[in-house]
């Protein structure tokens, strides 16, 4: 998948090397042309009993949850901290009224995520943020969830594979290559690529729409 030197030394009778790739194409895509499968399914995770179990503690039964990840592994990729304290309190107040917020980010992040903690605390935030948890875990809990919205991340795509509605926002990455692949997955890229020029009320309106139309089959 990398096209380094060792996929052409290992002994094979068949090899496929992924070169170069495409800016005009999604991943899987990419994947199914170099693979020649024809369409291959939708990404997912297999999370274990325990993993669940957790969730179900973390998540109980009979509530809904609203999944935020506002970080990523290069400033540029992440919108304003700021801004998704608004947008939690714009959803959470409307559309989203009744609904817990849960926020997650790796636990180096943690620090930043912190101020969206804060800012949310009138709404019971549960903290995903603190490595607590196994990514399976992770996953298990958004598989509970009914929407997540976040930066291009590893998170945005476990969220997309979890089934849930799943509102990727980007900057200057491609969102045609790396966009969210699942279900009930969408993207909505800023303006000129500039994520500080995407609003709350811009994002709301989006995870809205998104949220209520129906998830593609299978």
């Known amino acids: ?44 995770l297999w999370p274990g009993e325990a993993d669940r179990a957790q ?3 973390l998540l109980p039964d009979g509530g809904k949850y609203l999944v935020l990840g506002p ?15 608004a947008l939690g309190k714009l959803l959470l107040d409307g559309a989203c ?29 549960i903290d995903l943020t603190t490595g607590a948890q196994e990514l399976l875990t992770i996953y298990a809990c958004m598989e509970r969830a009914q929407g997540y919205i976040g930066n291009d991340s590893g998170l945005m795509h476990m969220a ?10 980007f900057g200057p990455t491609n969102a045609i290559v790396y966009q969210p692949w699942g279900r ?19 994002v709301a309106e989006a995870f809205t729409e998104l949220a209520a139309l129906p998830c593609v089959a299978e």
């Open 184 to 202: 009930c997955a969408k993207t909505l890229v800023a303006p000129n690529k500039e994520l500080s020029a995407l609003t709350p009320p811009m």
């Open 97 to 125: 009224k009744g609904w817990r917020p849960v926020v997650v980010c790796a636990p180096h992040e943690r620090e930043r995520a912190l101020k969206l903690l804060e800012a949310l605390a009138p709404y019971a935030p």
């Open 1 to 44: 998948m990398y096209g380094s030197a060792i996929g052409y030394v290992l002994p094979t009778f068949r090899r496929h090397v992924f070169r170069g790739g495409s800016d005009s194409l999604p991943k899987v895509k990419q994947f199914e042309e170099m693979l020649r499968t024809g369409p291959l399914p939708l990404p997912i």
């Open 71 to 85: 970080c990523a592994n290069w400033p540029p990729k992440e919108w304003p901290m700021e801004n998704f304290a």
């Open 160 to 169: 997309a594979a979890a089934g849930i509605p799943t509102l990727g926002l």
């Open 55 to 57: 969730a179900a503690t």
